[in-house]
């Protein structure tokens, strides 16, 4: 089927691929679903121009996309939630059902789990594809295929918050404005947070950040310092929560600046390389660090905020492209413009 594949760094091409007969096979616990609006996410974009993200690296030509909705068009014969016709969006990642880390509850983190666009697996920027009924969540009418897209990148965003343990009232600080950023604000603002300062070195993402919620302040961190000025509006006492979202070495060393005594750090940027931690400035505030590797349990959660307006991911969707300008889309997504958050491709009906 015509797909969106990545032959090697910085070769795309939108051609006719053979999908293994075993990965088309309904089983009867599947659905098979003809797919909507797929988000470009930057880790497609990453391995599109670098071919690897830390130990993934795309050997063989794959094919991207990984936050998507669409609509079954098949059940398998043991499913009972879903129906054909049902408007769904999917969590990319399949663990192993058996082990031990999903018998945890910890299936994020199975060593054997299946991400869609992370190879070798490929990713669903094609007609179809066949997901299992348990990572496929139905859309209440108020969502949006565009919406429904948007639920993969705040997942990330809800998993963050939730490791944070947010309490009503909380102060925040997210370090960084891209898309992943933003869903965490909102999401902590969702949470309870009463304030959440968004830093970024680029005004017109801070612009964006701004305009999101009435409880976001943007801090540009090239002109002001975010420990400054979080502990002159908090009294001296700092953040209770600080969410790195920007994976860069350098706005990770003073981490722990705006964080309150007894404060939370949440790791949210990918890091390719070992950092600095001042473990000094964590041990006097007795900080508690939480890691976070894409997310478990959200997706209805992240379904239900959209529907109920709790959450508006509207806002974010700042350009949709059509499935035959995919390469297209993913060169100016490439090229990072600033008042672009996410970029969206939809498939032909
Ligand atoms: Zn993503």
Same mark, same amino acid.
């Given at each position: 089927m015509k797909s969106l594949v990545l032959e090697k760094v910085n070769e795309l091409s939108l051609r006719d691929f053979p999908i293994e007969k075993s990965e088309e096979a309904l089983g009867a616990h599947d659905v098979r679903i003809k797919m909507h609006t797929v988000g470009i996410c930057g880790s497609d974009v990453h391995y599109y121009t670098?071919? +690897?993200i830390g130990p993934f690296v795309v050997k063989d030509p794959m094919i991207l996309g990984h936050e998507a909705s669409g609509t079954v068009i098949e059940t398998g014969s043991a499913v009972s939630t879903l129906s054909v016709g049902d408007r769904v969006c999917m969590e990319p990642g399949i663990p192993d059902p058996n082990s031990k880390a999903t018998r945890l509850g910890m299936y994020n983190i199975d060593p054997a789990v299946r991400f869609w666009a992370t190879p070798p697996v490929h990713g669903i920027l094609r007609p179809t594809c066949v997901h299992p009924e348990a990572f496929t969540f139905k859309l209440p009418d108020a969502v949006s295929y565009g919406e429904a897209a948007m639920v993969e990148p705040l997942a990330v965003g809800v998993h963050a918050a939730t490791k944070a343990q947010v309490k009503p009232g909380d %102060? !925040? *600080?997210? =370090? @960084? !404005? &891209? /898309? %992943? @950023? =933003? *869903?965490? !604000?909102l999401a902590a603002i969702a949470a309870g947070c009463a304030r959440v300062y968004v830093t970024d070195i680029v005004d017109r993402k801070l612009e964006i950040a701004a305009s999101l919620h009435p409880a976001i302040t943007s801090v540009n961190v090239a002109s002001e310092s975010i420990a400054d000025r979080v502990s002159r509006d908090t009294g001296g006492w700092g953040a209770n929560v600080v969410f790195e979202a920007t994976g860069s070495p350098r706005a990770a060393q003073g981490i722990f600046?705006? =964080?309150? /005594?007894?404060?939370?750090?949440? =790791? %949210? &940027? @990918?890091? +390719?390389? /070992? %950092? !600095?931690?001042?473990a000094g400035a964590a041990m006097v505030r007795e900080a508690r660090v939480e890691n976070i590797f894409r997310y478990a349990h959200v997706f209805p959660r992240c379904v239900d905020m959209l529907a109920s307006g709790t959450i508006d991911v509207k806002p974010l969707i700042t350009r949709t492209f059509e499935f035959d300008q995919s390469v297209e889309a993913f060169e100016i997504a490439a090229s990072a413009p600033p008042s672009d958050v996410k970029m969206q491709i939809l498939l032909p009906q």
């Amino acid at each position: 089927m015509k797909s969106l594949v990545l032959e090697k760094v910085n070769e795309l091409s939108l051609r006719d691929f053979p999908i293994e007969k075993s990965e088309e096979a309904l089983g009867a616990h599947d659905v098979r679903i003809k797919m909507h609006t797929v988000g470009i996410c930057g880790s497609d974009v990453h391995y599109y121009t670098h071919g +690897s993200i830390g130990p993934f690296v795309v050997k063989d030509p794959m094919i991207l996309g990984h936050e998507a909705s669409g609509t079954v068009i098949e059940t398998g014969s043991a499913v009972s939630t879903l129906s054909v016709g049902d408007r769904v969006c999917m969590e990319p990642g399949i663990p192993d059902p058996n082990s031990k880390a999903t018998r945890l509850g910890m299936y994020n983190i199975d060593p054997a789990v299946r991400f869609w666009a992370t190879p070798p697996v490929h990713g669903i920027l094609r007609p179809t594809c066949v997901h299992p009924e348990a990572f496929t969540f139905k859309l209440p009418d108020a969502v949006s295929y565009g919406e429904a897209a948007m639920v993969e990148p705040l997942a990330v965003g809800v998993h963050a918050a939730t490791k944070a343990q947010v309490k009503p009232g909380d %102060i !925040a *600080v997210v =370090l @960084g !404005a &891209g /898309p %992943i @950023g =933003l *869903v965490t !604000a909102l999401a902590a603002i969702a949470a309870g947070c009463a304030r959440v300062y968004v830093t970024d070195i680029v005004d017109r993402k801070l612009e964006i950040a701004a305009s999101l919620h009435p409880a976001i302040t943007s801090v540009n961190v090239a002109s002001e310092s975010i420990a400054d000025r979080v502990s002159r509006d908090t009294g001296g006492w700092g953040a209770n929560v600080v969410f790195e979202a920007t994976g860069s070495p350098r706005a990770a060393q003073g981490i722990f600046e705006p =964080l309150c /005594p007894g404060g939370c750090v949440v =790791l %949210i &940027g @990918g890091q +390719s390389e /070992p %950092i !600095a931690y001042d473990a000094g400035a964590a041990m006097v505030r007795e900080a508690r660090v939480e890691n976070i590797f894409r997310y478990a349990h959200v997706f209805p959660r992240c379904v239900d905020m959209l529907a109920s307006g709790t959450i508006d991911v509207k806002p974010l969707i700042t350009r949709t492209f059509e499935f035959d300008q995919s390469v297209e889309a993913f060169e100016i997504a490439a090229s990072a413009p600033p008042s672009d958050v996410k970029m969206q491709i939809l498939l032909p009906q």
